[in-house]
């Protein structure tokens, strides 16, 4: 029953404000499934990859998708997560849980403060944008979010991509790096012997889709502003939580 609460929580920011809802799913596989933060950080990736990739469908079909910008920023982005995962392995996982409450506050800046964007194309710099990738795609694997709310800036900004076709080619990418991410993290965690709950994790993906199709007919009836600074404020009441709960404690 929590793990559907959480996935229709998560799914429904996704729906909203297409970025942000990942970066709920290691808090609440940690806090409503009691899940270890080593395995949620991996499961995150998996249930991440899921729901972007069906988010992705309706992109595709109506042409919202720059597949350009998918290679271009979409396979330096793999070579990061895998590294990052690689290095999330390695450290403790208080290490990552810190990073991840730091990432959480900038999550929450960055959607406090975000206007619309211009749908002016500025010239596209490749090297930033694969670099980006890179950088975005480290942080993806070493804590377990996707992403969006970094990758969807980077592609207006930096790759000349309008703001709609940004959001349908993020959810692509995201997809595409967290499934290379979740590969490494189960590699090296099943050879520790940890076991994997496919059950949760299929539970979340399908609640998370659903929650994500409300939440976007909700985004277009309800003041998407001020559901921004409402979701900023949430956001950083979870990184204190985890913070005092996880890393502190």
Not at 144 to 149: L, S, T
Request: hydrophobic residues 55%; glycine residues 12%; aromatic residues 10%.
């Amino acid at each position: 029953m929590h793990a559907i609460l959480g996935a229709i929580l998560i799914g429904l920011s996704l729906g909203i404000f297409g970025s942000g809802g990942s970066i709920l799913t290691v808090p609440v596989l940690m806090y409503l499934v009691d899940m270890p933060a080593n395995l949620a950080i991996a499961s995150s990736l998996l249930i991440v990859a899921g729901i972007s990739l069906f988010g992705s469908i309706p992109n595709i079909w109506h042409k919202r998708v720059s597949w350009p910008h998918v290679l271009l920023f979409g396979i330096p982005g793999m070579v990061g997560t895998y590294g990052g995962a690689w290095l999330g392995t390695l450290v403790d996982s208080v290490i990552q849980l810190s990073v991840f409450v730091l990432l959480m506050v900038v999550a929450a800046v960055m959607m406090w403060r975000s206007k619309k964007s211009s749908e002016a194309t500025p010239k596209v710099n490749f090297l930033k944008v694969a670099l980006d990738g890179v950088v975005v795609g480290v942080i993806t694997g070493f804590v377990g979010v996707g992403g969006g709310f970094l990758i969807v800036p980077a592609l207006v900004l930096l790759g000349g991509v309008p703001m709609i076709m940004a959001i349908g080619t993020s959810l692509l990418i995201i997809a595409l790096k967290s499934v290379v991410g979740f590969a490494k993290y189960y590699e090296v965690l099943t050879a520790q012997n940890f076991s994997f709950d496919w059950t949760v994790i299929g539970i979340m993906v399908v609640g998370g889709v659903a929650g994500s199709f409300f939440g976007a007919w909700i985004g277009h009836k309800l003041p998407k502003e001020k559901l921004q600074k409402a979701f900023s404020i949430f956001l950083i009441i979870m990184a204190t939580v985890v913070l005092t709960q996880s890393v502190l404690n």
